[in-house]
């Protein structure tokens, strides 16, 4: 790849004579050559910037002086169809692994380092009419540097080390942050496994590969979601595990089809009562048998899951009622409903018990984490009581109910009759001792 450098400080692109930039240069993956701007100054001064037209503070580089420069330095390299004409300036696209990962599959590249307040606008228009040459402002952040020259050392060393051959293991291009899997990269360790008291994760000294790969992905998940939380919302939701999405409902996430958004956790408020009533009506028949008629499951919702009963339910001291919703819209995505002092029908005089009598989350978000940490607070709100014993009741039908409270911590202990709509249904009973943390 030929990169073409023009600046008035030539010397601050010394750097690139260095490391795998330096080696690549010399064996000739890398043509790069930084170019004095002042070389195509006309006048004794060699003056290349003055006042800007309209007034204001400092100084504005002159169009001629970049044009005869430009001109040379790319018609100089012969035709070539696809050069893109870099500018770096705080006021550009910010410049990312993406935009480096395109550059690098670039033809040429010729970095036009402005100093003062920038170059005359019209050098970026006119080279945009020029056949074949893409222009790019680019900014490497949000700050202000006197020049361009440190944003030319930043591209040259992050374009220059995806060209084939210039990182001698290219796996280690794989993992990094900003790489293809769109998360900061897990944090890393080497020898001597004790160093002043600090010692290296148990996991990585186990040669257990699987805990290894698994563990690496949750440090990347748990290190993205605190420093760069605008990334995690840029997962695709095809990207996503179930393991990923556990760990992101524990960081406060949940993965609706669009990928990975905000979520809240509270205590449900008498303002949340139709919106409640609402999601059983939705949520309640799916977890019925399918040969349960439409009537009775309708008269069950009518009669106990409508808005008046969720109201009463709200204001009884001996209910705790817990919902989940999208931190931006407030939209309900789920709720649990713990009620205390009540033992299990397999186990009448079980002092202190509490019974998760709903946990329910909208069907599109199932096995995206939610009901696990809504079930998690209410085991600690119901250890919080005193109480010893968290039981519930699910449909013998309902496997997949089953297999979630299981995960959950929760075995089979019986069955029990429930009524819906005046009709017995059998569900198992489970159970789970609860233990103040
Ligand atoms: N020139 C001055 N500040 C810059 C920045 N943040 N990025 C790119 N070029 C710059």
Wanted: hydrophobic share 40%; glycine share 10%; charged share 25%.
């Amino acid at each position: 790849m030929r990169v073409d450098v023009l600046t008035i400080f030539p010397d601050y692109l010394s750097p690139l004579e260095l490391s795998l930039v330096g080696k690549a240069r010399q064996s000739g993956l890398l043509d790069l050559r930084v170019h004095d701007l002042r070389e195509w100054t006309t006048d004794r001064h060699r003056t290349v910037d003055d006042t800007p037209f309209g007034g204001g503070a400092g100084m504005v580089m002159r169009p001629d002086v970049w044009g005869t420069a430009l001109d040379a330095v790319l018609d100089g390299a012969g035709p070539a169809d696809d050069v893109v004409l870099l500018v770096p300036t705080p006021a550009g696209e910010v410049f990312t692994q993406r935009t480096a990962e395109e550059l690098a599959g670039a033809g040429r590249i010729v970095i036009a380092c402005g100093r003062y307040e920038g170059i005359d606008a019209r050098v970026t228009e006119h080279y945009a009419q020029r056949p074949g040459t893409t222009v790019r402002e680019v900014s490497i952040g949000d700050y202000v540097l006197n020049g361009g020259e440190v944003a030319a050392l930043v591209v040259v060393e992050a374009v220059a080390r995806l060209l084939p051959g210039v990182v001698g293991n290219p796996e280690s291009l794989v993992e990094e942050s900003h790489g293809a899997a769109g998360l900061l990269e897990y944090p890393n360790y080497t020898k001597p496994a004790q160093w002043r008291g600090h010692e290296v994760p148990e996991v990585l000294t186990s040669g257990h590969h699987a805990n290894i790969v698994r563990w690496r992905r949750d440090q990347a998940l748990r290190r993205t979601a605190e420093r760069r939380p605008e990334l995690i919302e840029r997962l695709p939701a095809d990207s996503l595990d179930r393991a990923d999405r556990t760990l992101l409902a524990e960081l406060g996430w949940y993965v609706d089809a669009n990928g990975p958004r905000p979520a809240e956790i509270r205590t449900a408020e008498p303002h949340d009562a139709a919106a409640l009533a609402e999601l059983a009506g939705l949520t309640f028949p799916l977890a019925c048998p399918p040969t349960l008629p439409a009537d009775a499951i309708a008269e069950f919702v009518a009669t106990q899951l409508d808005e008046a009963s969720f109201r009463r339910y709200l204001a009884d001291p001996q209910r705790i009622i817990d919902v989940a919703t999208d931190r931006r819209t407030g939209e309900l995505l789920g709720y649990t409903m713990v009620v205390l002092d009540s033992p299990p029908p397999t186990d009448p005089s079980a002092d202190g018990a509490a019974e998760l009598s709903k946990c329910y989350v909208r069907p599109e978000l199932h096995g995206g984490g939610i009901a696990g940490r809504l079930v998690a607070r209410s085991r600690d709100a119901v250890a919080r009581t005193g109480a010893q014993q968290l039981w519930l009741g699910t449909n013998v039908a309902n496997r997949r109910a089953r297999r979630f409270y299981e995960r959950c911590g929760f075995a089979v202990v019986g069955k029990r009759r429930f009524e819906v709509g005046g009709l017995p249904q059998d569900d198992v009973v489970m159970s789970t001792p609860v233990t103040t943390s």
